[in-house]
């Protein structure tokens, strides 16, 4: 058995949304072998495997295939463990040492716009036409988005990734990012049903993204034999 924590990662300021991610911080004794298919089993966007929780190490599996950078699964794994006592300053996923900080509630990562998994940022005309997409198995992956108010920076997305196995994000950090590195400064994005995400140029070719963290639940997961 190994202890799995369920979080929802970019709430709302009532807690409510967010995308839901499952942790092991003992995942140092999940075989890698085991991992893609537990993260299969879970059905969540992404999984993560902390394999050392002194220096942050970790990796990162979505229903189908390991990421070397992921942005919700950096925000949530940081929150919590800042949580159960052990925060780190820095992840250290496959891609590379992700910063980490927390102010007033939220937890932010930092990271490289060239680490972002491949989108289509998909411009369209309004949030309703946002809101009126079907999500399509056929496509790449795509980040579809319009300005709420461009003045002040909000914007409303969508997510679809199903090169990586998953039909619709509810809440995507490295898209996010990755979107803030195209327009070059801060945005605050509502992304899903009603998830928040906030993302603003770092300098250096970095890009921060963050937001709040909710834990559902912790329990006991089986292992395979």
């Not at 003992?26 to 969540?44: D, H, K």
């Not at 250290?92 to 927390?102: F, K, W």
């Amino acid at each position: 058995m190994a202890e799995l924590h369920v979080l929802r990662v970019f709430v709302n300021e009532e807690g409510e949304w967010g995308n839901r991610l499952g942790v092991f911080l003992n995942g140092a004794t999940v075989s890698e072998p085991e991992r893609q298919g537990i993260a299969a089993e879970l059905g969540f966007s992404e999984t993560v495997f902390v394999e050392d929780l002194a220096s942050g190490r970790a990796r990162v599996h979505t229903p189908t295939v390991e990421l070397p950078f992921a942005g919700h699964p950096a925000v949530g794994t940081a929150w919590l463990l800042k949580r159960i006592g052990t925060p780190v300053a820095t992840l250290r996923l496959p891609a590379g040492e992700v910063a980490v900080r927390a102010e007033a509630g939220d937890t932010y990562i930092e990271a490289l716009s060239e680490w972002v998994p491949p989108f289509e940022y998909r411009e369209l005309a309004s949030p309703a036409e946002v809101a009126a997409l079907k999500p399509s198995g056929g496509e790449g992956n795509v980040y579809a988005w319009a300005w709420i108010d461009e003045a002040a920076g909000t914007i409303r997305a969508r997510s679809f990734a199903p090169e990586v196995g998953i039909v619709e994000d509810e809440a995507t950090g490295s898209a996010a990012l990755g979107l803030c590195a195209r327009l070059g400064h801060p945005v605050t994005i509502h992304q899903g049903h009603g998830s928040v995400l906030l993302a603003r140029p770092t300098g250096g070719g970095r890009f921060e993204v963050g937001g709040r963290v909710s834990l559902d639940e912790a329990r006991e997961h089986p292992l395979g034999d």
